[in-house]
């Protein structure tokens, strides 16, 4: 079972698994973008799940 879950996580040309992409892109992204960008994210995804969360009790 080890195998087969081993061959999903393979990308297509098969040198690098998806969770090697996925750090590759994110450090990219990291170097490219900065500290800067990831508090941005953070404070807009923050301010996003509020609103949720309020309107969800307003329902209530």
């Not at 061959?7 to 996925?22: C, I, L, P, Q």
């Not at 490219?32 to 309107?55: H, L, P, T, V």
């Amino acid at each position: 079972m080890a195998k087969k879950q081993n061959d999903r996580n393979k990308n297509s040309n098969e040198n690098m698994t998806v969770e090697e992409a996925g750090r590759k892109g994110g450090e990219a992204t990291s170097k490219n973008r900065g500290r800067e960008f990831y508090e941005e994210i953070g404070r807009k995804g923050g301010e996003a799940r509020s609103k949720q969360r309020d309107n969800k009790l307003d329902k209530n």
